[in-house]
């Protein structure tokens, strides 16, 4: 653990004396926190010092006026000291994405990037991965996105055809699959390709994988001519194939660079009518793989000297990082690079001073944010008023955050609820929640909503009137300002016995009742007072109503197919007398999955260790 010590600070939230504090703090890095009268964290910051890094908001004039209302709001410092300052660099961010500070620049933490790799095997499969890399494979990456990989992985397999297939499926194969037949894999699994041409096929992949399209090219060509000069013909006519695969590949490939195997991140900055956007370009051995637009929270008013810097800071460390960095604005914190360069175990370079192809990156990358930064707006811009005009619809001045909730099943199968999260004109895709339904009768929507909305508020029911998630509560304590509740008057009475059961009768409910033969347009609002309202099929409040329960039932009904198909998975040779899980493994991995063992014959079942034959036909009989 980073910290040595803790030191606190309490006063009025009218009188707040920092005199006292400033005196106890030693001049050691470290990490300070300033809190108000209420306890609500305002901002988390590091210092090399924490002494003059704290006092310098009380002594400086010329700082901002976001900044001289920040420190208005103190009531309380607390400080932790730490070993170094890129220890404290570290726990700051920790403490900034775990407590999301109210005058933090915040970044949204997305989920890990892709990469593709190819596996150690003697005969490596490509694939597709997210998460933290192994050792024992070869991962070429990141991707700024699923597209950019998957698309990657095709260009390779029209090139090289390398293997795809999960290793249970390899070890099993009897006779070549589908995507030999239409010529994007040698089919090893089979023998059809020696180890030695599949590996020449790998490390030419790799060559290509790292940007080094002409040595790919003149390994294809040289081959091509010495297998011609030997009279191999059909070899020859394949390296031809591969060759005009590349340059077909080449001719549509992303853009790119004259840098060799550059690897390099391109972070670029716009600012429009108080919104900010980051733009993430990638370039990967010499390939620019795309990018990726960040839009931070809290950053309004601030430059890009301080944006950019903290964008750095929470998206790179423990993450994967390039060895250069090619930034629009400077970045005077010496510390940050030498920390990442100790986490990646490779130096990292931040440049500010772009000229000739980095400036091209540079101006590449400030066009993309402008235009997503263009989109963003005219995206919220929509969103506001169909936010207006519902606020008006309904007489609710402050609504802002809205929850909504669907129950979806197959005949009472794998029951599943969801619900979804509209605030601040957005869906807010990480505080969504699935709930499993369970002890409830087969289809019962009315048990399983009342089940749903016990589990959700609950917690809510006994927490404070106005909890705040920036002190480190869960979402889940945040109060709606309005639940919706897809189904009729019956879902909605269930919805206000359970409000009442716990307490919580001035929640606004309403329900989402389908029109007539469940047309599009046609929906009915009901309130708990009974009466219901039909908006204009063209009423931009009736449209995000529309947006947000069409996204409980989206996410409902994707995570009952998951369900239901796991546990139909499970079940049918689970429900196999003399079938356990040993047999049911060896099963599974004999034929690479259960679709298999179900187009098996008797025969082949046979074949599988443990299987007698009148086990085999048993097996048979049940999975048909």
């Not at 009025?12 to 106890?24: Q, T, V």
């Not at 950019?148 to 795809?164: D, N």
């Not at 811009?381 to 979806?408: T, V, Y």
Request: glycine share 6%.
């Amino acid at each position: 653990m980073p910290a040595i010590e803790e030191v606190a600070g309490m006063a009025s939230s009218y009188e707040f004396d920092p005199k006292p504090i400033l005196d106890s703090l030693p001049l050691l890095p470290g990490v300070y926190r300033f809190f108000d009268g209420k306890g609500e964290l305002l901002y988390v910051g590091k210092a090399n010092q924490l002494k003059k890094r704290v006092a310098s908001y009380y002594q400086k004039t010329n700082v901002s006026p976001r900044i001289r209302l920040m420190v208005s709001h103190i009531a309380r410092i607390e400080t932790t000291v730490t070993r170094s300052e890129a220890e404290a660099l570290l726990l700051e961010n920790n403490l900034i994405k775990s407590l999301r500070p109210r005058y933090n620049i915040l970044f949204r933490d997305d989920k890990s990037y892709p990469y593709i790799v190819l596996t150690g095997h003697p005969f490596p499969r490509l694939t597709y991965y997210r998460g933290a890399p192994n050792r024992q494979h070869q991962y070429f990456g990141p991707y700024p996105n699923s597209y950019a990989a998957k698309e990657s992985m095709q260009l390779l397999q029209r090139i090289f055809r390398i293997r795809t297939c999960e290793d249970s499926v390899f070890n099993n194969r009897t006779r070549p699959c589908l995507l030999h037949q239409i010529h994007r894999c040698t089919a090893p699994c089979v023998k059809l390709i020696s180890s030695e041409d599949y590996q020449a096929d790998i490390r030419n992949a790799v060559l290509l994988l790292q940007g080094r399209h002409q040595e790919v090219e003149q390994t294809l060509r040289a081959a091509m001519e010495k297998a011609a000069e030997g009279q191999h013909y059909e070899q020859a006519a394949a390296l031809r194939d591969q060759l005009r695969a590349l340059h077909t590949v080449q001719q549509k490939q992303f853009v790119e660079s004259t840098g060799g195997t550059t690897d390099a991140d391109i972070i670029a900055l716009a600012q429009e009518n108080g919104l900010v956007c980051v733009n993430l370009a990638m370039v990967r051995g010499g390939r620019h793989l795309g990018d990726k637009s960040f839009f931070p929270e809290h950053a309004e008013g601030l430059s890009a000297d301080e944006i950019v810097p903290a964008f750095i800071a929470q998206h790179y460390l423990n993450r994967s990082v390039p060895p250069l960095l090619v930034l629009d604005a400077e970045c005077h914190d010496k510390t940050l690079a030498q920390l990442l360069g100790e986490q990646a175990g490779h130096a990292v370079k931040i440049s500010t001073a772009a000229s000739g192809e980095r400036k091209q990156w540079l101006e590449m990358g400030q066009r993309n944010a402008l235009l997503a930064l263009q989109q963003r707006s005219m995206q919220q811009g929509g969103q506001k008023l169909r936010l207006d005009k519902l606020r008006e619809f309904l007489d609710m001045p402050d609504l802002n955050r809205i929850e909504c909730f669907d129950i979806s099943h197959t005949m009472g199968e794998a029951t599943q609820a969801s619900c979804v999260v509209y605030e601040n004109l957005d869906m807010r895709t990480s505080q969504y929640r699935r709930y499993n339904i369970t002890g409830v009768t087969p289809g019962d929507d009315y048990a399983a909503m009342r089940q749903v909305l016990t589990r959700r508020y609950r917690k809510l029911a006994g927490a404070c009137p106005e909890p705040s998630r920036r002190d480190g509560q869960k979402e889940e304590s945040t109060r709606p300002d309005l639940i919706l509740i897809d189904g009729g008057l019956g879902q909605l009475h269930i919805a206000m016995e359970v409000m009442h059961e716990l307490g919580m009768n001035d929640l606004a409910l309403a329900g989402v009742a389908k029109g007539e033969e469940r047309k599009a347009g046609l929906e009915q609002l009901i309130f708990p007072d009974g009466t219901a309202r039909q908006l204009r099929s063209d009423d931009p409040a009736l449209h995000l109503i529309q947006q947000i329960r069409d996204e409980a039932h989206r996410f409902a009904i994707t995570g009952h197919r998951a369900r239901r198909g796991k546990a139909r998975t499970a079940s049918s040779l689970e429900e196999i007398s003399g079938v356990g899980n040993k047999r049911r493994r060896s099963l599974l991995t004999h034929f690479g999955g259960l679709r298999e063992v179900t187009q098996a014959s008797v025969e082949q079942l046979c074949q599988v260790e443990g299987i007698s034959k009148s086990l085999a036909e048993a097996i048979y009989q049940q999975l048909h």
